[in-house]
Structure formats: C-alpha cells, structure tokens
C-alpha cells in the first residue's frame, strides 16, 4: 500500500498520438494472432475485424487521454494510485467501446449479463496491463529520477547555518549553510566535508567522525547516512544511478558519485512519499 502512495511525478506523455497508435497496434496485434475469446470461430474476415477493434481502441485512447489530462494539473502530488487508476479505467472504457462493437459485429444481444461478463474479461486484462505499465515506468524512472521523488525541505532551510566541529586542538569548526552541504565521508580519523560555495565546490578536512557529525546533524531529517561511509543532503540530488542493489548518488556540481549501500536502500526509499 505505501508503493501506492508514493509520488509518480513523470509528467504525461506529450506523444499520446504515438502511443495511441502503439495501443492500437497492439490490440490489432493480438486479435488477429492470438484470436483470444473465441474470435478464432468467428468465419468472417478476421483481419478486417482486428483493424476495426484497434481503431476502436485507438479513438478511445485519444479521447480519454484529452479528458483527463486537465486532471494532471488539478491533482498534486499525482501518486502511483492516481495513475494506476486513470490506466485501469482507460482499459475499462476501452471494453465498453468494444463489447458494443462486438455486439453489432458478431450479433449477440446488448444484455447486462453479457455486458458484465465482458467488462470482467477486460477488468482481467486490464489489471495486468496497469501492474505492468505503471510499475515498470515507476521503477524505470527511479532509476535515474530518484531525485524527482524525494520531498525536499531547501526552501525551508534557507538561512539556516551549522556548525561541524573540528576535534584538533587548534582546529577550526566550519560553519556553512546546511543547503550548501553536500556529503560527508569517513576518512580513518577525519571526515571530509564536500560543499557548494557559490559556483564552486570545496572539501574541508576535519579530525572528527561521522557518527558525531550525524549527532550535530540529528536535528536536520534530510541528513541520511546513505553507507557505512558517507552522509548525504538528500535535498541537493541532483541525479541517481541504480536499482533496490544499491544507487549512486550525484549531488550539486560535485563530481564524486556517492554510493548507497544496499543496507541503506530500503530507508532511502522511505523518504519516498
């Protein structure tokens, strides 16, 4: 149930003429070589008929897709369960279209039983098709959008400082703005503290350890401890690499891709909402 309600902040297709044709293609596809659902009795002309039922399908997508999209603007966040949604109920329509279709094809009385019988074969396959065209764009998008669904805090963390303490005798604490920190990693007995200044990117040394850069931090929920080594800024993603193994993190213009242990994964996706 949490999948259902994390964000799918990928925008609509604006190639939803392209992929109208590819559903199209596709239910032709399947009539015409599959013959499910008794169509390989039917005597007629087979092919004539596929190509029908996918320019039923075709229209229906077309139309579909202009009436919801206004729903895109209106509803935000948009979550997994609003488009699974919008995917199954555009399957159903779909049906609908089509057991008309079929009724004045094949010439079988319009009854409800008839009616309900076929939107169920349809609520069958339409389950199948929203798991598989909803989760895999999902998944594939987090592969590299991981950024896109993280919510991040930068604007109310404008103007907030913090200090990191150096642990030498004369060591100098570093005081910088939490939105410009970028990671920190373990070193033997130092850390090295990665961070924006400006358009530059700059590393500072200190004699302390991470789990006592973590207490100071404690404070801060964007803070993640990502690997046994590292500490993150979530809000400063800027891109990701990876699967549920294990990410690769690129924050700000810092070129070091910093890693996401596969222990730490499964709490990272918890900022996920």
């Not at 279209?97 to 079988?108: H, L, M, P, R, T």
């Amino acid at each position: 149930m949490s999948f259902l309600t994390r964000k799918y902040p990928f925008p609509q297709s604006s190639h939803w003429l392209r992929d109208c044709t590819i559903f199209c293609g596709i239910v032709f596809m399947i009539l015409f070589f599959l013959q499910p659902f008794g169509f390989n009795y039917y005597q007629g002309n087979k092919f004539l008929v596929s190509l029908i039922f996918g320019a039923i399908a075709f229209c229906c997508c077309y139309v579909y897709g202009k009436a919801i999209k206004p729903l895109h603007r209106i509803v935000s966040p948009w979550r997994v369960w609003h488009e699974s949604l919008v995917v199954l109920v555009m399957v159903l329509f779909v049906g609908i279209c089509n057991f008309f279709a079929s009724s004045f094809i094949f010439y079988y009385p319009i009854t409800l039983g008839n009616c309900l019988l076929f939107l169920y074969q349809t609520m069958i396959i339409g389950v199948i098709i929203t798991i598989f065209s909803v989760g895999i764009t999902y998944h594939k998008h987090l592969r590299s959008q991981l950024e896109a669904l993280i919510d991040k805090t930068t604007d109310q963390q404008t103007g907030v400082t913090i200090t990191l303490h150096d642990n030498k005798v004369r060591g100098n604490d570093l005081l910088i703005p939490i939105n410009d920190l970028l990671y920190v990693e373990a070193q033997k007995n130092n850390v090295v503290v990665c961070f924006a200044k400006g358009e530059d990117v700059q590393k500072t040394e200190l004699h302390t350890t991470l789990s006592a850069v973590l207490d100071e931090l404690n404070d801060y929920g964007n803070i993640f401890r990502c690997h046994r080594s590292f500490v993150v800024n979530l809000n400063n993603i800027t891109s990701a690499q990876g699967n549920s193994n294990g990410y690769r993190l690129l924050l700000g213009k810092c070129p070091t891709l910093v890693p996401v242990s596969r222990t730490y994964v499964p709490k990272l996706r918890s900022f996920i909402s």
